[in-house]
RNA sequence: UCCCCGGUAGCUCAAUCGGCAGAGCGGCGGGCUGUUAACCCGUAGGUUGCAGGUUCGAGUCCUGCCCGGGGAGCCA
């Protein structure tokens, strides 16, 4: 008996008519006594293999007792197109082999808590909402990586270890560097700045850390961050990328990603509005609208949850607020030299109530002023010396911003919370699994 | 660190005014040739987070503690 050749349930569309075999396991099983309807899995799809009583041997039939949830399974049978069948496909099963048998798989069909899914996430990835976050994932990194490979911008990796901090040390998780302090990155900024230096236009992509005991939706301790920085750039210049970047990304996410769109069951006509150009407004402005919306604001403060929810719900598209009060941003943020205690800053807020999943904006780059601000921020200057050298060698105007993936997964996707958006969620006090 | 909510079967939850601790799912046994988180019949399964208090009587009220969730501050 000649052994079918194997192949990935997304290809099955390929194959219809022949036989072939599925390696993945078992999703969810359905009988009505001689009918038997296993759904499998194999990390690509999900397909339906239909197992009929008179058509295979009793043995085969009489192995769906054996076939718990979760088990490992391998499938041969022939490819049919079927409008009954979830995915329109289905396997008209020819024999069915038992790889491995899952006892008691703790993660049902039906709902679970929080409490009781987060510590089984190994498993909990499995699921089908959590396989297509992950599919989510996957696809805008790359999408990441093109454009900016499209824009002839150089990727830098930045240190993870770090000897101080960029904007103080509370918030650091410290390490210790042979008999030294060091720090894991909060941010890859200042070195995308000695590269732009030297590449022009740059961009760094990995993992940060902030040791904040942040308990929201919208933290993470461990997250990854996309940083660009382009030497000779303004506020404006880098407005104009950060909004051709999050349209290229919903975009990318919308052309190759509307099957796991579907499984999260996100409204993708909210997504399909964000197009160019996004509403640029003064922090000023966004002042008004959370005042108008009647919320307890002291003008001059950061936003919180609540007015950045306020106002990224006046508009349907992401919106960038510039021009903050300079004393609520970083030592490093150029100010308007109209308006000195306004910072050339923007953040960008995600619509829906999101919040914000970029910060960024054009940086101080005359020493003197520079060295003014770091005493000013009570930083230890000896810590910068390397830092002021960019503005001693060759310093030009330069800006960047970064972007936060799981907040824009979280967005895109339409998930609640950012612990879903990452494989490994590392969360205030928990570090398991 | 602060504020709010919760802890009852393996899971998700219910239990009126303080009055016999229940359901669905999952498990187990049976039935069903087109199921879509299948359905139908039957069945097992409990230290109601812990300690104390009030009461004839506490899952329910009170005190303390433990654990979990949500949010604030901070930020992406």
Redesign the pocket.
């Known amino acids: 008996m000649s052994r079918p050749k194997p192949v990935y349930i997304e290809d099955l569309k390929h194959h219809v008519g022949q036989e072939v075999e599925i390696r993945g396991w078992l999703y969810?099983k359905?009988?009505?006594?001689?009918?038997h309807?296993l759904?499998v899995r194999d990390g690509s799809g999900f397909v339906?293999g239909?197992v009929?009583?008179?058509q295979v041997p009793e043995e085969v039939f009489d192995l769906y007792d054996e076939l718990?949830?979760e088990s490992s399974v391998i499938l041969r049978g022939v490819v049919r197109e079927?409008p009954?069948?979830?995915g329109g496909y289905?396997l008209q099963v020819t024999d069915v082999q038992l790889v491995h048998q899952a006892k008691?798989y703790?993660i049902?069909?039906?709902?679970?808590?929080?409490?009781?899914l987060?510590p089984r996430r190994h498993l909990w990835l499995r699921s089908r909402k959590q396989w297509a976050l992950m599919r989510i994932r996957s696809e805008l990194e790359k999408a990441i990586a093109d454009f900016f490979e499209d824009r002839k911008f150089v990727r830098i990796d930045a240190p993870i270890l770090t000897p101080a901090a960029v904007?103080g040390t509370t918030?650091l998780f410290e390490t210790d560097y042979f008999g030294e302090k060091a720090y894991l990155s909060q941010?890859g900024q200042l070195y995308m700045e000695a590269a732009a230096m030297a590449h022009g236009k740059v961009y760094c992509f990995g993992p940060t850390f902030?040791a904040?005991?942040?308990?929201?939706?919208?933290?993470?301790?461990e997250?990854w961050?996309v940083e660009p920085e382009v030497a000779y750039a303004t506020l404006e210049d880098i407005m104009d990328l950060a909004e051709d970047f999050v349209v290229y990304l919903v975009e990318r996410i919308l052309e190759r990603r509307r099957e796991e769109l579907k499984i999260l069951e996100r409204d993708t006509s909210k997504l399909e509005k964000v197009k160019k150009p996004f509403p640029r407004i003064y922090y000023s402005e966004a002042v008004n609208i959370i005042q108008a919306a009647g919320l307890p604001f002291k003008p001059g403060?950061?936003?919180?949850?609540?007015e950045?929810t306020v106002i990224s719900e006046s508009f349907e598209k992401p919106v960038m607020v510039h021009h903050y009060p300079a004393r609520?941003k970083a030592f490093y943020m150029k100010r308007d030299p109209k308006e000195p205690d306004l910072s050339l800053s923007v953040?960008m807020l995600a619509p829906e109530g999101y919040?914000?999943?970029?910060?960024g904006g054009q940086r101080e780059d005359d020493y003197e002023t520079l060295v003014q601000r770091i005493r000013e921020y009570n930083l230890p200057l000896e810590s910068y010396e390397w830092y002021l050298d960019l503005r001693r060698y060759g310093s030009v105007p330069h800006a960047g911003f970064?972007?936060?993936l799981?907040?824009t997964i979280a967005w895109i996707a339409g998930v609640?919370?950012?612990?879903e958006a990452i494989p490994f969620p590392r969360?205030l006090e928990?570090i398991y699994p």
Do not use: W, Y
Request: aromatic share 6%; charged share 40%; glycine share 12%.
């Open positions: 969810n359905r009988s009505s006594g001689k009918i309807f759904i339906q239909v009929l009583k008179n718990t949830l079927e009954r069948a979830p289905e008691d703790p049902t069909k039906k709902e679970h808590g929080i409490g009781f987060l904007e918030t941010s902030r904040e005991k942040s308990k929201t939706r919208r933290h993470l301790m997250f961050m403060e950061d936003f919180g949850g609540d950045e609520i953040d919040g914000e999943i970029i910060g970064g972007l936060g799981e907040r609640r919370h950012v612990r969360l928990k």
